[in-house]
């Protein structure tokens, strides 16, 4: 099976740019690249950008992209896609130079989220230089991780596992009857999870930086009242991700972590937690 190998980047409507371009820069430690009237673009590192946030009406994640590694891969995969019965679009060379990609194709998922796949997405020739210091773990594990809520289990295993090509971490249950299932595409521990709920979409994106104290600097701006704090300094059980969760300026939330472990295909066994977290990661009184 071909495998995306990674998160790229996310194309967000947002409705208060002002709000988020502050809430990116001072607070994620996120560089603006672009910003105008209707668009602002932010790096996170040496990759032209990683979120394209565009003046809506709405607030909302508008694509999920992932990293095909090769423009055959892509092919593969939406190859896959097609035989699965899912309507993938090849977008051409104007849809791909907007997203600073060689290769573009896009489909909506089993719940109607518009995902796109890609490969070559444009580096910059200059540094990334975060305006907080922070550093953030890209790499080979991409930009960070996705946690959905969906309306259906069985649909969202097919398309990931055995279309996509993720790979299986871990189930956490979270109450009776409610459970994540995290795979893996990369080292990350995971870089998209699920779990069935009834109201259904992109619940928090995870960006994670390489040192405690920019999560700790980054907490206490939030704990001072910069953006409505979500959940509370804990580690999660399954990936060991030491971080806190806030709300963006588009409602749904940003995990900011450090220390996430990282898997090795070779020896990695899937197992099943019965908490989130060890310790923290309390729901905050908002
Ligand atoms: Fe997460």
Request: hydrophobic fraction near 40%; charge should be negative; aromatic fraction near 12%.
């Amino acid at each position: 099976v071909t495998s995306v190998v990674g998160l790229g980047y996310l194309v967000l409507n947002a409705t208060d740019l002002d709000a988020w371009e502050a809430f990116a820069s001072d607070l994620l430690g996120l560089q603006v690249a672009t910003r105008t009237a209707d668009r602002l673009v932010l790096r996170m590192d040496d990759m032209s950008y990683r979120f394209d946030i565009r003046k809506s009406d709405n607030d909302g994640v508008e694509a999920v992209g992932w990293e095909a590694r090769s423009e055959a891969d892509l092919e593969a995969l939406c190859q896959a896609l097609q035989g699965a019965g899912f309507a993938v679009k090849r977008e051409g060379g104007d849809a791909a130079s907007e997203r600073m990609v060689s290769g573009l194709a896009r489909f909506d998922d089993p719940d109607g989220q518009a995902i796109e796949l890609f490969y070559g997405l444009k580096k910059d020739k200059d540094p990334f230089v975060s305006p907080t210091g922070a550093r953030f773990s890209t790499g080979t594990g991409g930009m960070g991780h996705v946690f959905q809520m969906v309306s259906n289990e069985e649909a969202y295993r097919h398309l990931y596992l055995d279309i996509l090509g993720f790979r299986l971490s871990d189930y956490i249950d979270f109450a009776p009857g409610m459970y994540g299932t995290f795979l893996h595409c990369n080292p990350r521990h995971h870089s998209f999870a699920y779990a069935v709920a009834p109201t259904t979409g992109v619940n928090h994106l995870m960006l994670e930086v390489d040192d405690l104290d920019s999560v700790g600097r980054a907490y206490d701006k939030v704990l001072a009242g910069r953006a409505p704090l979500m959940s509370t300094f804990g580690k999660h059980s399954n990936d060991g991700m030491l971080s806190f969760y806030v709300t963006t300026p588009s409602g749904f939330s940003i995990e900011y972590g450090t220390a996430g472990v990282l898997i090795d295909d070779a020896t990695w066994v899937p197992s099943r937690y019965d908490v989130p977290s060890f310790w923290g990661h309390s729901r905050a009184a908002s």
